[in-house]
């Protein structure tokens, strides 16, 4: 071949090469300015929504599982969630977000709220998002076994910042019961809802046994059930 020949020959490759590493480059190169970082974060999230949703056993989703179907390596997983357990919390933190704002839309609907209709809106919202009850079901016992004490304190604050609003909002729907009492609402409401969801979602097993007729006063409704116990404790956190 001529020196010539091999001069074209080396440029028509530099060419084909500079347009094939232009179009196939990763999906998710490593960010490096906050909005990148902040848009991997969310895919990720949305990534593991998605799995949750589709089916898939909580336990089953690690950063390994997480990264192939977020097509990204592990290592680039591990600069935004130290652990499965971290990823946990940032998605029942989402959740909580969205589920504040379905109560906010239930109770507009009501200029002044009794507290069975807070009770029913209560418990409507929570069951319109089940992954967050799902979340909240293993929070004390497995999410946060696994957290570092930075991010815990973190989520605790935020916990407490989300407490303080929905309160706020409840006390405005129906000023019957002051905000402090719709603290405590919150309170042993969320101690029956970790206790109601997986009553009211058994295994597969235990459901077949449950649909026996002679069982039936042991099986547990979530929305039924959670807002018959939600009007109780707003009953009893009421003027006497």
Known sequence: ?????????????????????????????????????????????????AALHGGMEVSELGLNELARRAQMTKSNVYRYFENREALLLALLEEESVLWQEELRMRLAATRHATVQQIAQAFAGASAAYPLMCRLFSILPSIIEHNVSPERLTEFKLNSLALTADVADQLHRSAPTLSFAAYVTFLRLAMALLIGLWPLSHPAEALADVLSLPELQPLRYDFEADFAAGLLLLLQGLGPT
């Open 1 to 49: 071949m001529s020196s010539a020949a091999a001069i074209d020959t080396v440029s028509a490759f530099s060419n084909i090469s500079s347009i094939y590493f232009m179009t196939t480059s990763e999906p998710f190169q490593r960010a490096r300015r906050p909005e990148q970082k902040e848009e991997r974060r969310l895919h990720l999230l949305e990534t593991a929504k």
